[in-house]
């Protein structure tokens, strides 16, 4: 499984960025894909998830009405549009695959995370 984050950079508030994660190594179409953030010293925080099918989205209060999750299931790739950002949404980037796979000792839980992408939003 391979997660290659893109599109971060610096921004002014107010201003937008689009984020790309490129998957490989798995059935990109059959999974759930998530995008987090996490900012110096603080623990990674969830923002958004995407359905495999794109029919249902789900979304941090925080970012809720700015930033839109979406993928394309053909060129493997999830996105995240981020809108009216603000100096708060600095942070790395990251996008997040889970993967469920029975065991022996029940249904174990596997997740691979891509190495990020920093943005920076400030004046």
Same mark, same amino acid.
């Given at each position: 499984?391979?997660l @290659?984050?893109?599109?971060? #950079?610096? @921004?002014?508030?107010?201003?937008? /960025?689009?984020?790309? =994660?490129?998957?490989?190594? $798995?059935?990109?179409?059959? $999974? #759930?894909?998530?995008?987090?953030?996490?900012?110096?010293? %603080?623990?990674?925080?969830? +923002?958004?998830? &995407?359905?495999?099918?794109?029919?249902?989205?789900n979304?941090?209060?925080?970012? /809720?009405?700015? $930033?839109? &999750? !979406?993928?394309?299931?053909?060129?493997? %790739?999830?996105? /995240?549009?981020?809108?009216? /950002?603000?100096?708060?949404?600095?942070a790395?980037?990251? =996008?997040?695959?889970?993967?469920? @796979? *029975?065991? *022996?000792? #029940?249904?174990? +839980?596997?997740?691979?995370?891509?190495?990020?992408?920093? +943005?920076?939003?400030? !004046?």
């Amino acid at each position: 499984v391979q997660l @290659v984050e893109s599109g971060g #950079g610096w @921004v002014q508030p107010g201003g937008s /960025l689009r984020l790309s =994660c490129a998957a490989s190594g $798995f059935i990109f179409k059959n $999974f #759930g894909m998530s995008w987090w953030r996490q900012r110096p010293g %603080e623990e990674r925080e969830w +923002v958004a998830s &995407i359905t495999n099918t794109a029919a249902d989205t789900n979304y941090a209060d925080s970012v /809720l009405g700015r $930033f839109t &999750i !979406s993928r394309d299931n053909v060129k493997n %790739e999830v996105y /995240l549009q981020m809108n009216s /950002l603000k100096p708060e949404d600095s942070a790395a980037y990251f =996008c997040r695959m889970r993967q469920h @796979v *029975p065991g *022996p000792d #029940g249904m174990q +839980v596997y997740d691979y995370w891509g190495q990020g992408t920093q +943005v920076t939003v400030s !004046s």
